[in-house]
């Protein structure tokens, strides 16, 4: 069982330029999160997905998009890099409500 | 949307010393979990607990859902306890708070 793995698991970024960020889990959890966290900061909800082809905005959905064709995978993608999207991304799934958030190891992105 | 709090921002305390963080949030909620962040950043679930106590060695937590508070109990810590302790509420969406910091001296 790997769990939740994300990757890259560094990178730099132009503003202007795009990337996915790829998140995958083994477990068969229906659900799954993206967070940011800025630097000294909570996290804060991205999009999430209660199972495949249903996809929801969180609190900070501005700038990213998200798809999921899968139950095992919750691509986060950046479509036109901006310095404020500097932060460190996490994904996490879930069984559901009412069971507990196993997170990935994180995706430090820089943009410049 | 939920509004979620906790208190103290940021907490030293000498190793062996008990310490107890606050968590209260502006709404019902279906479910409440707490994590530890260590200081490599990688999370770590130490207890869904949307209602009641639970204890896990040294950790324990009790949440009293009706007043819309949660509490996290640390007793004699120990240096590795030092990182970043967040609560998360579940509405329709996990939301977290800003988190407690952590340092344990030896």
């Known amino acids: 069982n790997a769990g939740v793995t994300q990757t890259p698991k560094f990178r730099i970024l132009k503003i202007g330029q795009s990337m996915t960020l790829q998140c995958t889990q083994d477990m068969n959890h229906n659900y799954m999160y993206w967070y940011r966290q800025d630097p000294g900061m909570g996290l804060k909800l991205i999009y999430y997905?209660?199972?495949?082809?249903?996809?929801d905005k969180g609190e900070v959905p501005n700038g990213y998009n998200v798809s999921r064709s899968t139950t095992e995978d919750f691509p986060l993608r950046l479509e036109l890099a901006a310095p404020s999207q500097t932060s460190v991304y996490f994904c996490?799934?879930?069984?559901?409500?009412?069971?507990?958030?196993?997170f990935g190891p994180g995706t430090r992105l820089t943009v410049t | 949307g939920i509004q979620v709090e906790q208190s103290p921002p940021d907490l030293i305390l000498q190793e062996g010393a008990n310490s107890t963080l606050r968590c209260n949030f502006s709404d019902s909620v279906n479910n409440l979990q707490w994590f530890h962040q260590n200081p490599w950043g990688q999370l770590i679930n130490l207890f869904y607990i949307p209602s009641g106590t639970k204890q896990n060695g040294r950790l324990s937590a009790t949440t009293v859902a009706t007043e819309r508070y949660s509490l996290l109990y640390i007793s004699s810590s120990q240096t590795t306890d030092s990182g970043v302790y967040f609560c998360?509420?579940?509405?329709?969406?996990?939301?977290f708070g800003a988190g407690t910091r952590l340092t344990v001296k030896p």
């Open positions: 997905s209660v199972g495949a082809g249903i996809t």
């Open positions: 996490a799934s879930s069984p559901g409500q009412g069971a507990g958030l196993v």
């Open positions: 998360a509420v579940d509405r329709n969406d996990m939301r």
